[in-house]
């Protein structure tokens, strides 16, 4: 079974990602922040990792970038989930390391369909 690492700072967002992502067959974590996703990765670097951009304490983008830094840190493949639709914003989050992008609000189908394009299904 694959393992993502869900890291959004909303609480809901986190349920309902895992929800759909259990459903697809894969074991979750979850962390509400880059800083906490950090260490979670240093305990069981993941498969997948469903991240948001915009958190408190360490955003997507420091995340990410520290991520792809770290021992075993370019094998996840990393979907971030946003709000902002510029498409600088995205640019910036797909030159930092990111694979594919989701944008708010996601259903199972959008899930399944950006997993599926990455290899993760």
């Not at 895992?18 to 979850?30: D, P, S, V, Y």
């Not at 260490?39 to 408190?56: F, S």
């Not at 955003?59 to 370019?74: A, C, E, I, S, T």
Request: charged share 30%.
């Amino acid at each position: 079974m694959k393992y993502c690492l869900v890291v959004d700072d909303s609480a809901v967002i986190r349920k309902v990602a895992r929800r759909i992502l259990e459903g697809l067959q894969f074991r979750i974590a979850e962390a509400e922040d880059g800083a906490r996703a950090i260490d979670a990765c240093k305990g069981e670097m993941p498969d997948a990792i469903l991240l948001d951009w915009n958190m408190p304490i360490m955003d997507g983008y420091d995340f990410l970038r520290n991520l792809r830094q770290m021992p075993g840190g370019k094998r996840p493949k990393v979907v971030f989930c946003t709000t902002e639709n510029d498409i600088a914003h995205i640019a910036r989050a797909m030159h930092a390391g990111a694979d594919e992008y989701i944008m708010k609000p996601f259903d199972k189908e959008i899930v399944a369909s950006k997993f599926h394009q990455v290899g993760l299904l």
